[in-house]
């Protein structure tokens, strides 16, 4: 079985950084067929892919968010990162790290359980 647990703060004040760590257990991430995912969810709206990593440590973006968002990785402890850089209060979500074998599809195997982040002073 495997897990997924997100940390980091959840107030952030505009203009500055989100991070968001995503500790992976029951799977290594650098597992061949999977791609290691960040996902958010604004109030009231859908779901949007940030990005993913993949096992061989290629990363993808939303070309929308390409310009503020850096997706990495930790495999000595097993996690990947995210940071969203000058976030304005739209930035305001649920975000998720999930794991899938199709980066274009957002069908995945596992989620995380999900963490409010509210951009606010």
């Known amino acids: 079985q495997v897990q997924l647990q997100e940390s980091g703060p959840d107030l952030v004040k505009p203009s500055e950084t989100l991070s968001l760590t995503c500790t992976v257990s029951?799977?290594?991430?650098?597992?061949?067929?999977?791609?290691w995912t960040w996902i958010r969810q604004p109030p009231g709206k859908g779901l949007e892919w940030m990005g993913a990593?993949?096992?061989?440590?290629?990363?993808y973006y939303n070309p929308s968010l390409k310009s503020r968002t850096s997706i990495s990785r930790d495999t000595s402890r097993n996690q990947f990162s995210l940071q969203l850089r000058s976030v304005t209060p739209e930035d305001t979500a649920v975000y998720s790290c999930?794991?899938?074998?199709?980066?274009?599809?957002?069908?995945?195997?596992?989620w995380g359980q999900g963490t409010q982040v509210t951009v606010s002073l």
């Open positions: 990593v993949a096992a061989d440590g290629s990363i």
């Open positions: 999930a794991v899938g074998r199709d980066i274009a599809t957002m069908e995945y195997d596992y």
């Open positions: 029951g799977a290594s991430i650098t597992t061949y067929y999977y791609y």
